[in-house]
């Protein structure tokens, strides 16, 4: 397999196209939006130069990695030759399924159909699709370039060979995957994203701040990085979202978005990426906020 298709150019499609074009496949990066594929490009380019830097790889397989990248405004052109299409566009249901509608016409039989999804289920966005069986969840994790996990994603239909096939690729990009069965929040975020919706409970609750609930889980649990401000990366409308496709699917309370979480999305505070959540990232604060990740 050389071939691969990444749709969306946003936080995880760049990291995703990277990460397959530092591994020598050749990448479509395709987006509704040439403002977003030029951004897309320019973080790529940025995060490569980063890594020059600390020479974890040379200025040739830089440039290499950027000259296997192309990139397309219409599915159907950024398609053709796919023989893997990664689907890596905003978590919206009815958004996944007109663009899985789509793939199922304009791909060859034989593309494997995959989807970064967070939470929605593999098996209703397989349905939608004439080859149920060659739809597969690839869950990737956030920055897609250093993370090493993939969560493999069975739909109900999904083939032995295509899971194979997937396990397979995610190990030649120097990813570990991990085969889970398609149930809501799959694995990762039915255990992550309860722990961050209390965290964010607790805050509303007045228990502490900001920076003394990422504090107790940082030093007291060794979390890398406090849960609220890992909800700021993530983002906040996509951890409303997982979460609202775990209450629905679960039908139980326990996985209710706290009311604080829905405030904040409704006016906007989506974290990192609307430039504020539970920290500020204005320019002038971005560079103190992003580097408290690393303390
Ligand atoms: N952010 C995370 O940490 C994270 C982690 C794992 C998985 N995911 C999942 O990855 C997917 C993408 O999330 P993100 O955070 O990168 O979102 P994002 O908002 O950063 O990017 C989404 C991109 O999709 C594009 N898009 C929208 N409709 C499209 C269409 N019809 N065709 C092509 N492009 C289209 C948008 O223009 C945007 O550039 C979601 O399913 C999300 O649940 C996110």
Redesign the pocket.
């Known amino acids: 397999m050389k071939n691969i298709a990444v749709?969306?150019?946003?936080?995880?499609?760049n990291g995703i196209a990277h990460t397959f074009a530092q591994k020598g496949f050749k990448v479509q990066l395709?987006?509704?939006?040439q403002q977003?594929l030029d951004k897309?490009l320019a973080t790529i380019g940025k995060n490569l130069d980063r890594m020059v830097a600390k020479e974890k790889i040379t200025e040739a397989d830089k440039n290499s990695t950027l000259e296997n990248i192309t990139t397309a405004t219409s599915?159907k052109e950024g398609v053709e030759y796919a023989e893997l299409v990664v689907e890596?566009?905003?978590?919206n249901i009815d958004?996944k399924l007109?663009?899985f509608e789509d793939l199922s016409e304009l791909c060859s039989e034989e593309t494997i159909l995959a989807?970064?999804?967070?939470?929605i289920s593999i098996t209703q966005i397989a349905a939608v699709t004439v080859r149920p069986e060659r739809v597969i969840g690839m869950?990737?994790?956030?920055p897609v370039p250093i993370m090493k996990l993939v969560e493999i994603i069975r739909g109900y239909n999904t083939s032995d060979e295509v899971t194979k096939t997937i396990m397979d690729i995610s190990k030649q990009l120097g990813k570990i995957p991990t085969e889970v069965n398609d149930y809501p929040g799959f694995v990762a975020n039915r255990i992550l994203m309860p722990m961050i919706n209390e965290s964010i409970e607790t805050l509303y609750n007045g228990v502490a701040g900001v920076q003394e609930i990422d504090t107790v889980m940082k030093l007291g649990m060794a979390h890398p990085m406090g849960p609220l401000q890992l909800a700021d990366?993530?983002?906040l409308d996509?951890c409303l979202?997982?979460l609202n496709v775990m209450y629905d699917g679960f039908k139980n309370p326990k996985y209710a978005p706290c009311p604080l979480l829905v405030n904040m999305v409704m006016a906007g505070k989506l974290g990192v990426?609307s430039g504020e959540g539970f920290y500020d990232y204005s320019e002038s604060r971005k560079a103190e906020n992003v580097a408290k990740q690393f303390q």
Do not use: C, P, Q
């Open positions: 749709i969306g150019a946003g936080t995880m499609g395709i987006d509704i939006s977003a897309g599915l890596a566009a905003t978590e958004l007109k663009i989807t970064n999804t967070s939470s869950h990737f994790m956030n990366f993530i983002g996509v979202s997982i990426k």
